[in-house]
């Protein structure tokens, strides 16, 4: 059944602190959906409890009709799952190989292995010629870069993608939005970009979903959120 | 003279880095230091004495005790510090819970070795001679015994240094000790991981306990003063490199011998401190400890 993700009446606690209050939403198989909200307003806790990291006090979330919840990370990964965690999230003491090796460690299919390895290699040409460099060694760009490669090897079919755009230079987001818009395009990858930079997100999204305090305020198409004036103002920071 | 006293050094060096070793490879993917190490050791070695006895034969024994340590590692893993890492509250008490449970499981290692064999001092012999090579008339204090140490460490430690240079295995432990989270959502199995990393520690223990024990005796606490080296020389390579361990145990062996030889016995502990004190002042993350940003 490809309903794509299906996240309704999501609830996450840290402590008494109630991250996501109860967030419903749905990302179409093949969409990009473009999760805004300010610091605080529960996007990473709401994309770390997708990807196992977190686990929900309650409500449901499923893709394509399998439930994301109660199974670890790894386990997600092999179902197609692949969160980028925020943060340019490389390992700093393995080379730029290494790295990228690590995305298709578990899968037994090696020559499609090898095949993801080129695709990402030819998204990223800047990492072809640093594959023996620590990933430490890398501009804040190139490691972005570098994380997005490595999980293209697990052949993922939904990515979830946290704040990807975090400390980077304006030119560099360009780069990076262009190459996760390619991904969906190339891929026919689905989508679910958390981010403060909602400028750059909404540009490449087909639909967004405004958060605050762990609650969605209101969903839309781009068009229709960057034309609400009281909205840009409140929540989009634009 | 010098070369004699270099060859036991690094005899003795050799054992140290094994147990080095067996910390750093915990403490990598744990953050604890494992205190029962020494107990696990000498169980392991128990567990290899009863085997020699019952085959008698050392050659035999060596391979299981070595294996019966790789299983004690990895039960201590699952049966003990992950149910404390489930059950771990947050602050300071998460931090230092681990450890002193490792003081704990130590403990109670040797009190229920003591229950089973008793303190008596046994004899785990090895069929290789622990006299001295000779040269004409010279005698060395460097024996066959002794030579069988330190090609076991190297076997062991170019053994490890393959796995985490050149495989897939390697490469899975090296990045669910630098970043758990990374590794998990890359797709690896970081507990089953952690748990390897647990049996090769215990199993590089194990070595260091059934190679040394035939140049003394066997007792509950026969390996308490190794770990002590160790955990020194492990400090001293910087706590997270494995060449660090080696570098460190083998320093740490040479620079004993040679005390030992041309000043005082009585100032080897002694000078094993003044060393680790002066590497904690000078460079506190070691020799081979690497200023990393872990959140970089």
């Given amino acids: 059944m490809k309903s794509g993700l299906v996240v309704s009446h999501l609830k996450v606690n840290y402590g008494a602190i109630g991250a996501v209050k109860d967030i419903s939403f749905s990302v179409l198989p093949g969409e990009l959906v473009a999760v805004i909200g300010a610091n605080g307003a529960g996007k990473s806790t709401l994309i770390r409890s997708l990807s196992g990291l977190v686990t929900p006090s309650s409500g449901s979330a499923s893709w394509n009709g399998s439930s994301l919840l109660h199974k670890r990370p790894e386990q997600l990964v092999r179902e197609g799952v692949v969160h980028i965690a925020e ?9 730029v190989a290494e790295n990228l090796a690590l995305g298709g460690l578990w899968r037994r299919d090696k ?29 804040g760009g190139e490691r972005q870069m570098l994380a997005i490669a490595r999980a293209l090897i697990s052949r993922p079919q939904l990515l979830l993608l946290d704040e990807p755009s975090l400390g980077l230079a304006p030119l560099i987001i360009e780069q990076i939005f262009v190459a996760i818009n390619h991904l969906r395009v190339q891929f026919g990858m689905t989508v679910l970009l958390v981010e403060q930079n909602a400028m750059s997100a909404l540009k ?15 969903t839309g198409t781009p ?10 103002e409140a929540y989009l920071g634009i | 003279m010098f070369i004699d006293t270099l060859l036991i050094g690094l005899s003795s060096g050799a054992i140290y880095s094994l147990m080095a070793l067996a910390l750093v490879l915990v403490w990598r993917s744990t953050r604890v230091i494992n205190f029962a190490q020494s107990g696990q050791a000498v169980l392991s070695t128990y567990i290899g004495y009863e085997i020699s006895l019952a085959t008698h034969n050392y050659w035999i024994s060596l391979p299981l005790a070595i294996a019966a340590g790789a299983l004690i590692g990895s039960l201590v893993d699952l049966l ?29 290692i040797q009190s229920v070795i003591g229950l089973i064999w008793g303190n008596a001092f046994l004899q785990y012999s090895s069929p290789l001679s622990a006299k001295g090579f000779t040269f004409g008339t010279h005698t060395i204090p460097f024996s066959p015994q002794n030579l069988f140490i330190v090609i076991a460490a190297a076997v062991v430690l170019g053994i490890f240094g393959f796995v985490f240079r050149y495989t897939n295995l390697g490469l899975a432990l090296r990045a669910a000790s630098f970043q758990p989270e990374i590794a998990q959502l890359s797709g690896i199995r970081v507990n089953l991981v952690r748990n390897i990393g647990w049996a090769f520690a215990g199993a590089a223990g194990a070595v260091a306990g059934a190679v040394i024990t035939p140049t003394s005796t066997l007792s509950p606490h026969s390996l308490d003063l190794l770990f002590v080296s160790g955990f020194i020389a492990a400090v001293i390579g910087g706590l997270d490199s494995l060449i660090g361990a080696v570098v460190g145990g083998l320093v740490l062996g040479v620079g004993f011998a040679f005390i030992l030889q041309y000043i005082s016995s009585a100032l080897t502990f002694l000078v094993g401190f003044i060393i680790l004190m002066f590497v904690l002042l000078v460079r506190p993350r070691g020799i081979f400890g690497q200023r990393v940003n872990r959140n970089a």
Avoid: C, H, W, Y
């Fill in chain 1, 87 to 95: 943060g340019k999230a490389v390992i700093p003491e393995l080379t």
């Fill in chain 2, 80 to 108: 003990f510090m992950r149910l404390l890492a489930k059950r771990g509250t947050t602050g300071p008490i998460a931090e230092i819970a681990p450890v002193i449970a490792t003081l704990g499981l130590l403990g109670l």
């Fill in chain 1, 204 to 218: 490449i999204a087909d639909r967004g979903v405004v958060i605050n305090l762990g609650e969605v305020v209101t």
């Fill in chain 1, 223 to 232: 068009a229709e959120l960057v034309s609400n004036t009281q909205l840009r």
């Fill in chain 1, 111 to 139: 020559t499609d292995v090898a095949l993801a390895t080129q695709e990402s290699l030819s998204l990223f040409p800047a990492l072809a010629t640093r594959l023996q460099q620590r990933a430490d060694t890398l501009s």
